[in-house]
């Protein structure tokens, strides 16, 4: 059983749906970093970041299975990649076109509340799932948010994907340990002052 990420069953107000459309982006964005780090994941790894976010066990992937994610991941670090809205939403429209299906319903035979799915069906493969429910998630968050739904990490050799949900100022940084590296590193250059040529 796949969830796009909704694993209790919503309450009335607004707040349930918002919180599962961002743990599903959340997830997206831990899968598109672990799948996007190597050309050959490890499966039980990726498995671990599955059960972490939410997906009920026991998740069993094969090297197929993963390589068909790691596809859908590659496509989606375009979404975080863009750097404006406009970008953003025209590649989440290229992907909606060409990676999933119709919207529809599921509660997979009764086990889990209605939720959304864009995947041909519940046992559809992990790849297309990837992509579907990613796509869906990251499409609220540029409805909602009317930006960008993150971004790819600034510091020198990380490259990581982030998210950019919630106010603030604009997030450069996947963490605030790479945010720390890059400001010691500035640090440390100019107190060094300017090298001779």
Not at 57 to 84: I, W
Not at 114 to 141: N, Y
Not at 146 to 170: A, I, K, W
Request: hydrophobic content about 35%; aromatic content about 4%; overall charge neutral.
């Amino acid at each position: 059983m796949r969830y796009i990420g909704v694993v209790s069953p919503p309450s009335n107000d607004d707040r349930s749906t918002r919180l599962s459309v961002r743990d599903t982006a959340r997830r997206t964005a831990a899968l598109v970093n672990a799948l996007t780090a190597e050309p050959s994941p490890d499966p039980h790894a990726i498995a671990g970041i599955l059960l972490d976010h939410g997906e009920p066990g026991p998740v069993e992937l094969t090297a197929g299975d993963v390589a068909g994610m790691r596809t859908a991941a590659l496509r989606l670090r375009e979404v975080f990649a863009a750097e404006h809205v406009d970008e953003a939403a025209e590649v989440l429209n290229r992907l909606l076109r060409e990676g999933t299906g119709p919207l529809r319903l599921s509660s997979h035979d009764g086990r889990s509340p209605w939720h959304p799915h864009l995947d041909s069906d519940d046992e559809a493969p992990w790849g297309e799932w990837f992509l579907a429910s990613s796509c869906m998630a990251l499409t609220v968050l540029i409805w909602d948010g009317q930006r960008p739904p993150g971004g790819l990490c600034s510091s020198s050799g990380c490259g990581d994907v982030f998210l950019t949900v919630g106010s603030g100022p604009e997030r450069r940084y996947c963490s605030r340990r790479c945010a720390t590296r890059e400001r010691v590193a500035a640090h440390r250059r100019a107190k060094a002052g300017p090298r001779s040529p």
